[in-house]
């Protein structure tokens, strides 16, 4: 079955720009979210806005989700008013947030009772990677659904790839967010020592650029890091609940990650002053160079 | 002056490759080295062996060591049969040894009492990228000096670059050290958190690449995680060390450098047991693979 029209619940800081995307590739779009700014914007560019995630399903080939954590899709797949009340044989669900791998899990057999299919597609690359289209998607779930969702995936995306059977896709992401948080804490403190013993850390970091220390982080955060450019991007708050999953999985399997564990907390350091977690994720320097300059009272 | 002969000292895993990329180029080489294995190669290749860093160095325009550690650099330059009792005017020492800032802040003023120069150059990029003549080299020092060497750094390196008074190149390269480890320690409880949860970790890093979690570490250290190749590399005895200076550097300057402590703690479990110091520093991984196996008596 060709997928023609999409429901699409979530058109936020993601889902605003995924949602502009797949108008662009010619699918028609049921669009629902809670705040009514972004909806509007979307049905001048031709959405049909909805009342409820239901309706926005009830008539769609696909339904998408994204949305701010794991309970949130629970309540707007399963929930009284949710998409599995209307959902019919054939249809596919793809849920796009970041969940713990336990969510997906949980809901597939509800929905392959209705004869549905069900992905786990989390994706990587922020807002930017959202507003161009070149997000990476990592997949779990039903893998006959995968290939027919490969079309809408690559109206928004582009390194896309197939993991395994449900919760594989969030794992992915959790793994991603792993990387790009130790990355950051890796960026914070060599920025932050070059600084302190009084060299100009712009050039270290074009120094290292290319070399073995090289990541998109050095790149992209490392940039923001330097021009004190904290608007995100992607928030700590994201960040901090994406490492709590990390860290419920690694208590489910007796997993040692003490650099996991150590941002945990730094996060929350980060977090202290108000306001603090609503920063870009590199924020965490602050942290950093806060802590270099830590005042007791003596 | 156009610079015409070396005397390269410490002709190891790193020196080796660079003296044949600057033969390459048609310098003249004095060379000399602890273990006369490779010295017997590059007399092959037209270098010529000399029995002391001090005749290595008597009739160069430039000296370059490239040595295990700063104690070494030290008694190669500073000590009793050192290049400091040979050492004309206008000649110019570039130690290429990754060391503490304080080894060339302290050899500086009698290198320049004889009317010479210093350059502390480390480098990044390892066997490989002494080999293909591809180095970041990290550049402090004398800055007339660095001008000059530049066509020597052209012949053996790629992404050169001038951070600096005596010490900053060492400072740049200990900000390296510390982004590569914890880039590894990174992509080490990624991987393991992937494997563990029964998610492919070669697709993980397949679907990784090119996107946020994107870093040479995943490509390069990545791959041999995956393929138990723990051949070195780089060793986790020399990243050992690095780490160590970083954390003196932090000391000095009263950082917090939470992540590199702990790193520095990871390198001593890496080293419990025999051998395991003289492994690539990918191999960090069996620290965390073997702590998420602990087995204790009951």
Chains 1, 2 share one sequence.
Not at 18 to 37: D, I, P
Not at 48 to 76: F, H, N, Q, W, Y
Not at 230 to 255: E, R, V, Y
């Amino acid at each position: 079955m060709k997928i023609k029209t999409i429901g699409l619940i979530g058109t936020g800081i993601m889902g605003f720009p995924m949602a502009k995307n797949l108008l662009k590739q010619g699918y028609q779009l049921n669009v629902h979210n809670r705040s009514q700014e972004s909806i509007k914007e979307l049905v001048k560019l031709g959405a049909r806005a909805t009342e409820s995630p239901a309706m926005a399903a009830s008539s769609a080939d696909a339904i998408i989700t994204m949305l701010p954590d794991g309970e949130v899709v629970e309540k707007v797949i399963a929930g009284s008013d949710g998409v599995i009340n209307v959902i019919k044989p054939g249809v596919i669900i793809t849920d796009m947030s970041s969940t713990s791998p336990d969510t997906p899990r949980k809901l597939q057999s509800l929905i392959h009772d209705k004869g549905a299919y069900l992905l786990d597609a989390p994706v990587s690359g922020g807002n930017v990677g959202a507003e161009e289209g070149t997000l990476t998607i990592m997949v779990g779930g039903d893998k006959e659904a995968f290939e027919q969702m490969m079309p809408v995936f690559k109206a928004i995306g582009k390194n896309i790839n197939y993991l395994g059977e449900s919760g594989a896709g969030q794992i992915t992401k959790c793994a991603n967010q792993i990387i790009v948080a130790l990355t950051i804490e890796a960026v914070s403190e060599a920025l932050v020592l070059a600084q302190k013993s009084g060299v100009d850390p712009n050039i270290v970091r074009d120094a290292l650029m290319g070399g073995f220390a090289h990541s998109k982080v050095l790149e992209v955060h490392g940039e923001r890091m330097l021009k004190r450019n904290f608007k995100p991007g992607g928030k700590i708050s994201t960040h901090q609940k994406d490492t709590k999953i990390a860290l419920d999985i690694a208590k489910k399997h007796n997993l040692y990650l003490p650099g996991t564990a150590l941002i945990s907390q730094l996060w929350n350091a980060a977090s202290a002053e108000e306001g603090g977690a609503d920063l870009d994720h590199s924020a965490l320097i602050q942290v950093i160079e806060n802590m270099s300059e830590t005042k007791l009272n003596s």
